[in-house]
């Protein structure tokens, strides 16, 4: 990697490296290396915990009201591959990555590669900086996303959504049963099962009857298979709608 193209990386993520090694390891993928340590992968190892931590300490100082639960489900979209590869394409961090030549093509670099860079570059900018300027770089990127997560509530009402579902696929209402609850008065779980036509689907526990019955929504649409979770992000994605026709070609 030549200087220029250093400087031109260096200026898109607003941070100066002292250790220029780390920002061309950083776009080395594993397959021009001249082995597999020499490659983006530790980088990238490292990068997705110093991410977590980054955003799970922002969402913590940032929601205080918010619970356990709700700002997991705001870190998944935060910190999954989908976005780390859309935030990479944004900067154009995926054109400087640097390939062998078996895969050089004309074709676009997959996802999953400009997610690899994205997490890299964070890992490459905390050793040769410190936390300051790898939470910097990270909050620059994802305190929209986040912002927008949370205003929006994140996660989709299941219970609406198994509702429609029951009622004009399975001529049926669902409704939800306490089956148990534990605790002191101030920190009680709940265990909700939701029943459609005699038929129980998985309970779920939770802190407060709400998410319980939403958890427990969530699992009888996927028992039902009108839902079902991303393997490669694990967003919950919807396969089928209220009327029961599939979205998935």
């Known amino acids: 990697m030549d200087q220029e193209t250093r400087n031109q990386i260096q200026q898109v993520i607003g941070y100066t490296f002292t250790d220029m090694d780390l920002l061309t390891e950083a776009f080395t993928h594993a397959s021009l ?63 400087y990555l640097m390939l062998g030549k078996g895969m050089i093509t004309k074709s676009r670099v997959p996802p999953s590669l400009a997610a690899a860079v994205f997490e890299a570059i964070i890992a490459a900018i905390y050793l040769d900086g410190g936390i300051e300027p790898a939470r910097t770089f990270i909050l620059d990127q994802l305190s929209d996303i986040i912002g927008k997560a949370a205003d929006s509530g994140h996660q989709q009402n299941f219970k609406s959504i198994l509702q429609q579902y029951a009622q004009r696929c399975l001529g049926q209402a669902a409704s939800y049963v306490l089956l148990d609850e534990n605790g002191p008065d101030h920190a ?62």
């Open 188 to 249: 009680k779980c709940f265990e909700v099962a939701v029943e459609i036509g005699g038929t129980r689907h998985e309970s779920s526990w939770a802190s407060n009857k709400k998410q319980a019955e939403q958890q427990a929504a969530l699992n009888a649409l996927m028992a039902l298979e009108v839902v079902c979770e991303d393997e490669e992000n694990g967003e919950i994605v919807l396969i089928k709608d209220v009327n029961g026709v599939s979205l998935v070609e």
């Open 33 to 95: 290396a001249e082995n597999r340590l020499a490659s983006n992968e530790r980088l990238e190892f490292l990068g997705d915990a110093v991410l977590g931590a980054v955003v799970c300490e922002y969402l913590f100082e940032q929601y205080p009201d918010l619970l356990e639960g709700d700002l997991t489900k705001i870190k998944s979209t935060a910190v999954s591959r989908r976005t780390c590869a859309r935030i990479s394409k944004a900067l154009s961090l995926d054109e």
